[in-house]
């Protein structure tokens, strides 16, 4: 008599041939993430099916704009055909020259990265602005550059770029990555990725890296994962990479021996009791009954951001900027390919030939000689001439495109007719730059947001002090510290603004500090305009020295301006009525003479004392150029310390000491070009008493007036 059983009851019993079997809490968790890697699985395959129309367009802009302007999709080899000799086609890839063009412009200036500071304090703000500092770092140690142009070029044809944040254990460094459009599925449901319940990453990866990883290993071989055929998840992006990666015959460069799997990671926002979110990351690849990863994390975010380049109103996916182009550019390509054969007939002839006159031409040293049999007739077609709307269609599709894609001949290198002048140059190419406001504008946001990302890791992650450096308006490296607020070091290091043995200036990043982007130039946009500008903004004392230097890329900026600052020091001074006792001791020796004898025999080692007489300014002035190339610093620091020192003790040049250390930066001063030296008397950073000297962005300090008497 067979015995009955009944259905399971609940998670934790099952009734096995009338016997009640209990779970472990193992198996009741396993089961648990079975049920919800059904149901993320269901989740995925929705995404794809609302995204497959955009993956299809997009792997045919893809193509277009790689050139293949002709290219068939062939469905009995899920392959498409690159081109054809039928006839005679020619691609005129206006659309990637557009593209290009546009790219270069939208990221021809580097971000200026704004962090506000927290408080209304000298602190707060000093740290804001070496946080500034760490994301200019960062923009460079992470190659920010090249993947600002792969979002944007993505953007152009898919009207989204993304970009992936993550902190990298092995580097102990922030990991910013490009994703392709193709491999992320977003929650098709939701109108942005901020409302998005989930997204899913699917990328192909070996599947060694799977069966070693430290996270997916114990699940990946306990279900013995098999090898994946599949180049994509998407079948779209699997059609394209077999398209362009074919070699000819039917043989592929696509390396068929490795074996590959689709991991798919999926980042899941799970409400919680208390009204917050938090983040779970599940991981799959396609023959797993159960997930290699299934943690709630502490995130409440997705860890991705999302460049929309075409704003369409509660929409993540745009048509496109490319869309709107391919109709203009095929009609071209068409119009151009009808104009080559007519040519190319033209310049061959057509002939009537009767049946049997057997014509034939024979080439030698005499020329062309043409044979036929007599009593037949050979006579040339006569070929009716290009009508004129034909050209002009073709140029009429080219103002199309300019105008549909926002890039007129002046941004393409083309200098309109009867326009000469830079300044007509640049108005013209400013007002092509305003069709891109909306690029340049998603640029910006993006960053912003990318940049509260890169804090909240940091701010995290950074436990101890890490060492950056970013090139100076001089060109010179200035380095810094840089520390997670939420560290021992910046608990004990709280309300200072150096650390180290080196006192060198440190960043605190906190996670929620306020950013702002600008992405663009307050300049024109052609060199001589550029310059003009800057030289008008210099004259209305809108902009110093140093600004107007930079931009009008001079090297070593800070060394110009020194130098500039000295000798105008020096001018004065010689203006003014010398003292003839101190003339008549020293034999007519000026101050400047003076020091610069000093610094030769500092160079060869001997010390050299400092005498109350001495014109401090111009010495410590003459002085600095000195340290900079001595072998025996030590020498030059002690003279100049001194110097400071006798400066300090008399009271009618504490102001020309404040003015000299904010001109020259004198070493051991703040702002100073060496280490050590005494603390800087106080008053020292009140602003001195200036004289505007033409020439002299921002005036140069007046000396005062009894110095060396």
């Known amino acids: 008599m067979a015995t009955k059983t009944t259905k399971k009851t609940g998670p934790s019993a099952r009734q096995v041939k009338g016997k009640k079997v209990t779970l472990t809490k193992e198996q009741i968790e396993r089961e648990e993430a079975t049920q919800k890697l059904m149901r993320m699985k269901k989740l995925e395959a929705s995404a794809a099916a609302g995204r497959r129309r955009y993956d299809w367009e997009w792997v045919v802009r893809n193509l277009y704009l790689r050139g293949y302007h002709f290219a068939r999709y062939n469905s009995s080899t899920s392959t498409f055909t690159l081109g054809t000799r039928t006839k005679v086609r020619i691609p005129i890839n206006l659309m990637w020259a557009q ?21 209304p304090t000298e602190a707060a703000t000093e740290n804001a602005q070496w946080s500034n500092r760490t994301l200019d770092y960062l923009f460079e ?32 460094e922030v990991s910013i990555s490009t994703v392709d459009p193709f491999d992320l599925y977003i929650d098709p449901n939701a109108p ?148 080559f054969e007519y040519n190319h007939f033209y310049a061959k002839g057509r002939f009537v030939i009767d049946k049997g006159s057997g014509v034939r031409s024979i080439v030698n040293e005499h020329g062309q000689i043409i044979e036929k049999n007599p009593g037949y007739t050979v006579t040339s077609l006569p070929l009716a001439p290009l009508p004129p709307t034909h050209l002009q269609q073709i140029t009429n599709m080219r103002q199309y495109m300019e105008d549909i894609g926002g890039l007129h001949e002046v941004s393409m290198g083309r200098i309109p007719t009867g326009v000469k002048s830079g300044v007509g140059i640049a108005e013209l190419r400013q007002a092509d730059a305003s069709s891109q406001d909306d690029l340049v504008d998603a640029l910006e946001d993006f960053l912003v947001r990318g940049a509260k990302k890169i804090f909240k890791i940091i701010s995290k992650n950074y436990t101890s002090t890490k060492l950056a450096q970013v090139a100076g308006p001089s060109g010179k490296p200035e380095y810094f510290y840089v520390v997670g607020d939420r560290s021992s070091v910046a608990k004990k290091n709280k309300g200072k603004q150096t650390f180290g043995e080196m006192g060198l200036p440190i960043a605190v990043i906190g996670s929620e ?10 300049l024109a946009y052609t060199k001589q305009a550029r310059q003009e500008e800057l030289k008008d903004l210099f004259r209305l004392g809108a902009i110093d020295q140093e600004t107007l230097l930079q931009h009008l890329e001079f090297g070593d900026v800070k060394g110009i301006t020194d130098k500039t600052r000295m000798e105008r020091l020096i001018q004065l001074r010689q ?31 001997t010390p050299e004392p400092v005498e109350m007489e001495d014109d401090h300014e111009v010495h410590l002035g003459i002085h600095k150029e000195g340290l900079n190339e001595t072998k025996y610093p ?49 008053g020292a950073g009140a602003a001195p008493p200036t004289a505007a000297g033409p020439g002299l962005g921002g005036g140069i300090p007046m000396p005062p007036t009894t110095t060396g008497q």
């Open 141 to 172: 140690k992470l190659g920010l550059k090249r993947k600002l142009k792969e979002s944007v070029y993505h953007g152009l044809y898919t009207s989204i770029g993304i970009w992936q944040f993550d902190w990298d254990k092995a580097k102990k």
């Open 575 to 605: 203006q003014m009525s010398p003292n003839q006792d101190l003339m008549a001791k020293r034999e007519g020796v000026d101050e400047e003479s003076l020091a610069m004898a000093e610094n030769e025999l500092m160079d060869n080692g």
């Open 192 to 339: 942005s990725l901020q409302e998005a319940q989930y997204v899913v990453k699917a990328v192909r990866k070996p599947l060694n890296y799977v069966k070693t990883h430290p996270i997916y290993s114990k699940s990946a071989i306990e279900q013995d994962i098999k090898p994946d055929p599949k180049l994509a998840s998407s079948e779209y992006k699997e059609f394209l990479l077999k398209s362009i990666g074919v070699a000819g015959e039917g043989q592929s460069t696509l390396e068929d021996q490795n074996e590959y799997t689709i991991l798919r990671e999926a980042q899941i926002r799970e409400w919680q009791e208390d009204g917050t979110v938090k983040i779970r990351i599940m991981a799959w690849t396609d023959d797993c009954t159960y997930p290699l990863r299934n943690d709630l994390t502490k995130e409440d975010d997705f860890n991705y951001e999302i460049f929309q380049a075409d704003i369409q109103p509660l929409e993540i996916y745009g048509e496109s900027w490319a869309k709107h182009l391919m109709p203009i550019n095929r009609v071209l390509d068409a119009l151009e390919s009808n104009a």
């Open 99 to 119: 593209a290009r063009a546009i790219r270069n412009q939208v990221t021809s200036f580097r971000p200026k990265w704004e962090v506000l500071p927290d408080k």
């Open 513 to 522: 500090n306020e950013v702002r982007v600008s992405v663009g130039s307050w």
């Open 634 to 682: 030590e020498l030059y620091m002690d003279h100049m310390n001194e110097h400071i020192n006798l400066m300090k003790s008399t009271p009618s040049t504490e102001g020309g000491l404040a003015a000299l250390l904010s001109a020259t930066g004198a070493a051991g001063m703040p702002g100073g070009g060496g280490g050590g030296g005494e603390p800087a008397p106080p």
